[in-house]
């Protein structure tokens, strides 16, 4: 499902993913590669129409693996093994977009928030259709863990 749609159905995940992801400006994004073994990519993302952004190089690596196979993994950036940052994981497929008015939400988006934007036609652009949702948290030695998929719903356990 869309952004707004997965926000909806489960803000538990989504508000603090998308508050995480607008922090950072980045995310590991895991794709599959021609011969079927993972890619991980540093990506730049941005919220618009409703639907989480995914903006790529001109036939970058990344793009292609997604072109091929649309199934994806979007990771929060962790940057210590503290984990004092929650983990946001997030799978579901890639849908790249050809359309005007949504390729333009996107420089609109990219341009407010680094005052540059890509020229057309020469990106990629997806948006994430999400199909399942992690979030982990660790605090005073308790590990919080919250997940979503579109067949389950919302869970959560304390370990």
Do not use: Q
């Not at 926000?7 to 995940?13: G, K, L």
């Not at 950072?24 to 993972?38: F, I, Q, W």
């Not at 995914?54 to 979007?74: E, N, T």
């Amino acid at each position: 499902m869309e952004w707004k749609a997965f926000a909806a159905a489960c803000p538990e995940i989504a508000g603090p993913a998308e508050e995480t992801f607008r922090n950072d400006e980045l995310v590991m994004l895991g794709t599959l590669r021609k011969d079927g073994s993972a890619r991980i990519s540093p990506c730049e993302l941005d919220f618009a129409e409703g639907r989480m952004m995914l903006g790529m190089m001109w036939r970058s690596p990344k793009a292609l693996d997604l072109r091929r196979d649309p199934r994806i993994v979007v990771h929060s950036v962790t940057c210590d093994r503290h984990a004092v940052v929650p983990d946001v994981k997030l799978y579901g497929e890639a849908i790249e977009h050809d359309e005007p008015d949504l390729r333009r939400a996107y420089r609109t988006a990219i341009k407010a928030r680094i005052d540059w934007e890509p020229e057309e036609p020469n990106f990629h652009v997806f948006s994430l259709d999400v199909r399942s949702a992690a979030h982990v948290r660790f605090e005073s030695g308790t590990e919080t863990v919250m997940v979503w998929d579109d067949e389950r719903g919302f869970r959560s356990w304390k370990k």
